[in-house]
């Protein structure tokens, strides 16, 4: 999959799980995020196999072709793998991120109680 299809796939999952209520629409952007992150382990995998470290040598031997680079990401152990630590790291520290680290001066200026 490309980058945008990646972004679009998760935020469409997260957007699910919105309409439930598991998530609210802040979370569901950072899990779009994340799904365009992952694609990371394309390039990785690219500069492992040619010892090429140019982004844009990656893309042009992809779209050619040339290169697969599909990773352990890409299979079923994969999946579930990722999706699992991604749960347990918005679980664990949910209140930490979102609250502390992303949005403090929106609390401060909110006058919400800041940690």
């Known amino acids: ?26 979370t569901a952007f950072f899990v779009a995020l994340v ?3 992952i ?3 394309h390039f990785v995998k690219f500069v492992l196999h040619y010892d090429d470290f140019i982004l844009k ?28 630590i991604i749960f347990w790291l918005f679980s664990v520290n949910k209140i930490l991120f979102w609250n502390w680290l992303l949005f403090p001066h929106f609390f401060r200026l909110c006058s919400f109680e800041y940690p």
């Open 39 to 41: 694609d990371i382990d």
């Open 35 to 37: 799904g365009l992150f």
């Open 1 to 26: 999959m490309y980058p945008q299809t990646h972004f679009l796939f998760s935020y469409l999952v997260a957007l699910i799980f919105v309409k439930f209520g598991v998530f609210d629409y802040r």
């Open 57 to 84: 040598d990656a893309w042009n031997r992809a779209v050619k072709g040339v290169y697969a680079g599909r990773s352990f990401i890409h299979h079923w152990a994969g999946v579930i793998l990722i999706s699992v």
